[in-house]
């Protein structure tokens, strides 16, 4: 396997993760400067500062698996399921060069997370 091919595509991911991280937090607090003109503007940029943060949110977490795939690289763990440590398949990698997860486990984690969501509902 290319390690170094990986690394770079994984530091690639991370530096647009991060720009845009801090894309949003600017416009989140450019939204909160606006919210004072009035009642209509506020609930739009109440609104947008909403879906800022929740972007924020799937985004973040993204960079952290982009960071803890950096760090499997540096263990030289990097390519290999953390759950049965058989070796991911390369065109998954290829795909998403942070997943910590074969194909089978990636769906078993899916379903335990579909699972979960659904308990919340009730
Ligand atoms: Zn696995």
Known sequence: MNIEHFRRKLLERKKDLTASSNRLTEEARQSGVAEVEDPIDQVTSAEAKAASFRVAGIESEELEE?????????????????????????DRLEA?????????????????????AGDRLL
């Open 66 to 90: 982009v960071e803890d795939a950096l760090r499997r690289i540096d263990e030289g763990t990097y390519g290999k399921c953390i759950d049965c440590g058989r070796p991911i398949e390369a």
């Open 96 to 116: 998403v060069p942070w997943t910590p997860y074969c194909f089978k486990d990636q769906q078993k984690h899916e379903q335990a997370n579909a699972r979960a």
